[in-house]
């Protein structure tokens, strides 16, 4: 395998093909905070792009409940438990060591291994990463557990709120949306025997190239966030193509300018955004310090990579929930958990007017600024005071031109009182 810089474990790590990174990085961040499991977003990808005969089990966008929901069903628990096995065959530990934190190792160095070495270790003639296939029964039920919770709120009859307090709450769920991540370092590129599967140099788009593709099955099996799915009517693979149309500036909506996907776009709960950062020439980030998802993921820290000790250097980025038990947010989105919760629930300056871009506009932010405006809230938030500005944050679009402009506080409207039900 070749030696390739994983950002999100601070250090190298094994891949079986030579690093090649895009210009520019198709990336998003998803609030989980704000999801109201609406599933906007997935009927938005699949009356778009799945709505034909063989794609009936085809979810590209899903958003599952945690703990118990997933689809397929177990996708990380069986992950998870593959590289747990892997450690103990090797009889090592797997874990995070807090090292000096930069720009380069945001989260500390992970001292496990991944899918890949996990493989390698094993046997390096065999699987190029740890994997299975899902089965027929398995992907059978993409909503299962939808809305259950980790634990009965409270015995019956009793009133008490003590389950649903913060910091953590003793019965919980969350809602986890899912699209492919578009991997810097993908296992289904990696594992696909007709290289089929390609990485696109302009954005880091991932497709697969139903031409080439013979339906073996084996990126459905390396990929551990399951998102290629095997068609029967076709005998191919198919995944998530980021609406690369709309990322192409060939959405007749905004004639050049770069749109983001449908799955965003249509989010009502507005936990979406989305852009291309810039890319250095190990696969790390190249600072583009007022790129709205650079700064959310570099510079604020509240936007974390899911299941980064996998190893595949995933481009999707997750605001985690404040209510959720600590543990289980760490082993899902690694050690930067803390930090997170922490700067979202008492948000900065920069941080509340950032906030505001998403939804804010189709096209696809590449530079913000803030106009700063007047004192108009104040509080006491975890025993430090809090103080809240009416700025203004305006998004500029790839050409430089001003795409949106929103303030901090929302506008009111009133009806006038001719209408009906008019308050
Ligand atoms: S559309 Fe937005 S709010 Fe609705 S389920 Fe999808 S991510 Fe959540
Ligand atoms: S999430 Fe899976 S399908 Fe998507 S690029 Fe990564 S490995 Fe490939
Ligand atoms: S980016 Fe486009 S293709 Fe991918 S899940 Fe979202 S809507 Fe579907």
């Given at each position: 395998?070749?030696?390739?810089?994983?950002?999100?474990?601070?250090r190298?790590?094994s891949?079986?093909l030579?690093?090649?990174?895009?210009?520019?990085?198709?990336a998003?961040?998803f609030?989980?905070?704000r999801?109201?499991?609406c599933q906007?977003?997935t009927?938005?990808?699949?009356?778009?792009?799945?709505f034909s005969?063989g794609q009936e089990y085809?979810?590209w966008?899903n958003?599952?409940?945690?703990?118990?929901?997933?689809?397929?069903?177990?996708?990380?628990v069986?992950?998870?438990a593959?590289?747990?096995?892997a450690?103990?065959k090797?009889?090592?530990?797997?874990?995070?060591t807090?090292g000096a934190r930069?720009?380069?190792?945001p989260?500390?160095?992970y001292d496990g291994?991944?899918l890949f070495?996990g493989a390698e270790k094993e046997?390096?003639?065999?699987?190029?990463?740890?994997?299975?296939e899902?089965?027929?029964d398995?992907?059978?039920t993409?909503?299962?557990y939808?809305?259950?919770?980790?634990?009965p709120?409270?015995k019956?009859?009793?009133m008490t709120?003590d389950?649903?307090s913060?910091p953590?709450?003793?019965?919980?769920?969350f809602?986890l949306?899912?699209?492919?991540?578009?991997?810097?370092?993908?296992?289904?590129?990696?594992a696909?025997?007709?290289?089929?599967?390609y990485?696109?140099p302009?954005?880091?788009?991932?497709?697969i190239?139903?031409?080439?593709?013979r339906g073996?099955r084996?990126?459905?099996m390396a990929?551990?966030?399951?998102?290629?799915m095997y068609?029967p009517?076709?005998?191919?693979?198919?995944?998530?193509v980021?609406?690369?149309?709309r990322?192409?500036?060939?959405?007749?909506?905004?004639?050049?300018q770069?749109?983001?996907t449908?799955?965003?776009?249509?989010?009502?709960?507005?936990?979406?955004i989305q852009g291309?950062?810039?890319?250095?020439p190990?696969?790390?980030?190249?600072?583009?310090?007022y790129?709205?998802?650079y700064?959310?993921?570099?510079?604020a820290?509240v936007?974390?990579?899911?299941y980064?000790?996998f190893?595949l250097?995933?481009?999707g980025?997750?605001?985690p929930?404040r209510w959720?038990?600590?543990p289980?947010?760490?082993q899902?989105f690694g050690?930067?958990v803390?930090?997170?919760i922490e700067?979202y629930?008492?948000?900065?300056?920069?941080?509340?007017?950032?906030?505001?871009?998403?939804?804010?506009?189709q096209?696809?932010?590449?530079r913000?600024?803030?106009i700063?405006?007047p004192?108009?809230f104040?509080?006491?938030?975890?025993g430090?005071?809090?103080?809240?500005?009416?700025d203004?944050?305006?998004?500029?679009?790839?050409?430089?031109?001003?795409v949106?402009?929103v303030?901090?506080?929302?506008?009111?409207?009133?009806?006038?009182?001719k209408h009906?039900n008019?308050?």
């Open positions: 395998m070749a030696k390739v810089y994983n950002w999100q474990l601070g190298e790590m891949y079986p030579e690093g090649a990174y895009p210009d520019r990085q198709w998003f961040v609030n989980i905070n999801c109201i499991a906007t977003c009927y938005a990808c699949k009356s778009t792009w799945t005969k085809m979810w966008n958003v599952e409940t945690k703990p118990y929901g997933g689809y397929p069903r177990y996708w990380d069986k992950a998870l593959l590289l747990d096995e450690h103990q090797a009889n090592m530990r797997s874990g995070w807090a930069d720009v380069q190792q989260y500390g160095l291994m991944t070495e046997d390096p003639q065999q699987e190029v990463i740890l994997g299975y899902p089965t027929d398995e992907w059978a993409p909503n299962w939808e809305d259950t919770a980790s634990a709120p409270s019956p009859g009793d709120l389950a649903a913060l953590e709450h003793g019965a919980w769920f809602y949306q899912r699209v492919c991540n578009h991997c810097t370092y993908p296992a289904c590129v990696a696909c025997p007709r290289q089929a599967i990485k696109r302009e954005d880091g788009i991932v497709l190239d139903q031409a080439r593709c073996y084996k990126c459905v990929c551990p966030y399951k998102k290629t068609r009517t076709t005998r191919t693979s198919e995944k998530c980021a609406c690369y149309p990322i192409e500036g060939n959405d007749p909506m905004a004639p050049g770069p749109l983001e449908r799955c965003m776009a249509a989010c009502p709960g507005k936990i979406r291309l950062v810039k890319m250095g190990d696969g790390s980030w190249a600072e583009d310090r790129n709205p998802v700064y959310l993921v570099k510079v820290e936007a974390l990579p899911l980064p000790q190893g250097q995933p481009n980025y997750y605001i929930p959720a038990p600590r289980y947010l760490r899902m050690p930067g803390d930090r997170a700067k629930s008492a948000p900065d300056r920069e941080l509340l007017a950032v906030m505001q871009l998403f939804r804010a506009t096209e696809i932010i590449f913000y600024e803030i700063e405006g004192k108009v104040e509080a006491t938030i975890n430090r005071q809090w103080e809240m500005y009416n203004t944050v305006v998004g500029f679009g790839q050409d430089d031109q001003e949106c402009r303030k901090v506080e929302e506008p009111q409207y009133i009806r006038p009182d009906y008019s308050i």
